[in-house]
T-cell receptor, first 114, second 114 residues
Framework: AQSVTQLGSHVSVSEGALVLLRCNYS??????LFWYVQYPNQGLQLLLK??????LVKGINGFEAEFKKSETSFHLTKPSAHMSDAAEYFC????????????FGKGTHLIIQP | DTAVSQTPKYLVTQMGNDKSIKCEQN?????MYWYKQDSKKFLKIMFS???????INETVPNRFSPKSPDKAHLNLHINSLELGDSAVYFC?????????????FGPGTRLTVL
């Protein structure tokens, strides 16, 4: 079964510094991978998705992620953190086909220090 | 022009009561989901429906009964509420066969059982 593991329940970076949120996946088939962001008391917003079309995926708000099959990773990065990036970030993998839904990682809380 | 909407946003009730949460999407999607987010922010799928038919039921207690009157709506009725049902419930939708079946989430319903 497909699964994802997010390393680090909390990540703290200074404003302007590089953001790196880690996600490793386990899948017996080529995975469909997603990053979602959840701002306080809000729903989940799609940041980006990997569909096998390109290994480097660009998303909204300056985020991007690189799919590395050899490392089974899909880490999320942003070159320069902004205070508004403070939120919970979830990596997710499609469970199967059709309407099987997503399996989420446990989330990483991103803290931006001024 | 909200894509996925849920009502109510907050729900506070006593143990043993019965309550419903409604979800509507105007994206033209054919698949809808319910997810539960616990106090540690862990997200887990509960149900999925495709064209009004139940596809996934992730060992959810019988007290939870989803109903899909049409492709644009998926409601969740919960009988005999228990303290452990306190959580945030998210509705999501996707279009099957659209490649990644990307899911779009509603704003969530925070259920508190006293």
């Amino acid at each position: 079964a497909q699964s994802v593991t997010q390393l680090g329940s909390h990540v703290s970076v200074s404003e302007g510094a590089l953001v790196l949120l880690r996600c490793n996946y386990s899948s017996s088939v080529p995975p469909y991978l997603f990053w979602y962001v959840q701002y306080p008391n809000q729903g989940l917003q799609l940041l980006l998705k990997y569909t096998s079309a390109a290994t480097l995926v660009k998303g909204i708000n300056g985020f991007e992620a690189e799919f590395k099959k050899s490392e089974t990773s899909f880490h999320l990065t942003k070159p320069s953190a902004h205070m508004s990036d403070a939120a919970e970030y979830f990596c997710a993998v499609r469970r199967g086909g059709g309407a099987d839904g997503l399996t989420f990682g446990k989330g990483t809380h991103l803290i931006i220090q001024p | 022009d909200t894509a996925v909407s849920q009502t109510p946003k907050y729900l506070v009730t006593q143990m043993g009561n019965d309550k419903s949460i409604k979800c509507e999407q105007n994206l033209g999607h054919d698949t809808m989901y319910w997810y539960k987010q616990d106090s540690k922010k862990f997200l887990k799928i509960m149900f999925s429906y495709n064209n009004k038919e139940l596809i996934i039921n992730e060992t959810v207690p019988n007290r939870f009964s989803p109903k899909s009157p049409d492709k644009a709506h998926l409601n969740l009725h919960i009988n005999s509420l228990e303290l452990g049902d306190s959580a945030v419930y998210f509705c999501a939708s996707s279009l099957m066969g659209s490649g990644t079946d990307t899911q779009y989430f509603g704003p969530g319903t925070r259920l508190t059982v006293l």
